[in-house]
């Protein structure tokens, strides 16, 4: 048994180490337990959210960005990282707007603050259900979800939409 358990340390501690050199920023020491003379691995991982520039997107979110948001700066781009992986994306924008990304480059959600979303992004089903019912409205918020969407428009009002653009419900 004592046998296993030390294949089982090592074999985590490769799978670990590998994993941590796949992130660049990634450090591994090998420390020794205090009491016995054994070692053992930490992992200091990278900050969660880590600064990048603009050429270190997917070049997916990249070309996103410059065709629906041509006029705006890029205040800053951050890549959060959970458990040594890249899970998204967030680009800033100078007029507050806000993208996140998958790690694919597919867009994923979009906020903004002072304008509305481009009609070049929202569905076509989306765009016309919240002309018709709303009005008044502007869409500030998007995000996609497993089942399809869901929009926040001004004056907190949240729809839900079906991957399609049909509306589904209004989200309390």
Known sequence: ???????????????????????????????????????????????????????????????????????????????????LRVEDYTVALSNGTKVEFLPNGEWKEIKLRRSEIPASIIPSGIRDYVKKNYASSTIKNIKKKRYGYEVELTGDIDLEFNSKGKFLRVDD
Do not use: C, G, Y
Request: aromatic share 10%; charged share 30%; hydrophobic share 45%.
């Open 1 to 83: 048994m004592n046998r296993f358990r030390k294949m089982v340390t090592v074999v985590t501690a490769l799978f670990a180490m590998q994993a941590a050199m796949a992130q660049d920023d990634a450090q591994i020491t090998f420390d020794k337990l205090p009491a016995k003379d054994q070692s053992f691995v930490k992992i200091h991982s990278p900050k969660d959210d880590v600064q990048i520039t603009f050429d270190k997107l997917p070049a997916k979110a990249q070309s996103f960005v410059k065709t629906h948001f041509p006029k705006e700066e890029v205040a800053s781009v951050w890549k959060d990282i959970e458990m």
